[in-house]
């Protein structure tokens, strides 16, 4: 009897989708790997490096080397190699953004990472928005480095790299993308780390979390309406809500906070694994 194929999709929810690695630490405990994926925007940056052939256990030791520590951090940003604080900002002052998501995407990925997503271990797809064609653009071949940038492009604070249309945060239009795990899987899994508006103890919410909270209550209800009309069988949400768009430095925070949401989808996987084995005798 062969494993499940398992269709993984990682959502987008910046900071908060840090808890990404606790479900690829679930996997890895199991002993299995998804027959594919899909990512979105963080989803979409973490993933590559599970898809590319990465272990969790690296890309948690990678995302801790460069977010624990922030004077560490700092030094990596100054640091030669595959991209520096200087190429990072963009100092233009005629130019609104002024984070260069390429430059972005070197700084963090770890430079094992395959050149080509046609080359990676588990198929995988990135999904970006068409801004003007208001619709998904998807990458599963190419160079991941642009493929990634964009997905994480932010207007008016991280630049995407330059294309025949204009490209943003694939967060827009599909924000947990199951969409495009569903062919040849016999169970699709979409990990959502939106989180949701959180109430805070401050008499007044800064515009910041409302402008936040608003986005996140647009990609949810996209979230939910995709889940209505695709097949979704384990849908997990990490306790991630109490984090903000930018806490990347409260990495540790996010990983304790995400540790239940690894249990359960190793709960959930062992769970069709099991009805596999019984269907099958």
């Not at 190419?142 to 997905?151: C, E, K, N, V, W």
């Not at 899994?189 to 936040?212: E, M, Q, W, Y």
């Not at 809500?241 to 806490?247: C, G």
């Amino acid at each position: 009897m062969s494993d499940p194929r398992i269709g993984l999709a990682l959502g987008g929810g910046a900071a908060r989708g840090l808890a990404h690695i606790q479900i690829l630490h679930a996997f890895d405990e199991l002993g299995i790997k998804p027959h594919r994926m899909s990512g979105t925007s963080i989803g979409a940056l973490l993933g590559a490096g599970y898809a590319s052939g990465l272990s969790a256990a690296e890309i948690e030791e990678h995302s801790r080397s460069v977010l624990s520590n922030k004077l560490d951090a700092a030094r990596r940003a100054f640091s030669s190699g595959r991209g520096g604080l200087l190429d990072l900002i963009n100092f233009n002052p005629l130019a609104s953004p002024i984070i260069d998501g390429t430059q972005l995407v070197k700084l963090v990925l770890p430079a094992t990472v395959k050149d080509d997503l046609a080359d990676f271990n588990i198929p995988f797809t990135i999904v970006t928005t068409d801004f003007y064609g208001m619709s998904e653009v998807v990458f599963s071949t190419g160079d991941p480095l642009f493929a990634i940038a964009a997905s994480i492009a932010i207007p008016g604070v991280i630049s995407a790299p330059k294309h025949e249309t204009t490209l943003i945060d694939g967060g827009c239009v599909n924000p947990v993308p199951i969409s495009h795990v569903q062919e040849d899987c016999d169970v699709v899994a979409g990990i959502n780390v939106i989180g949701k508006p959180h109430r805070t103890t401050a008499s007044d919410t800064r515009t910041a979390d409302l402008l936040s909270g608003a986005m996140q209550i647009q990609q949810q209800k996209i979230a939910q309406s995709q889940r209505e009309i695709l097949r979704c069988d384990i849908w997990i949400e990490p306790a991630i809500s109490q984090f903000r768009i930018h806490d990347f430095f409260r990495f540790e925070d996010i990983l304790i906070a995400a540790r239940p949401a690894r249990d359960e989808i190793k709960r959930a996987l062992d769970d069709v694994m099991n009805r596999r084995v019984s269907s099958d005798a």
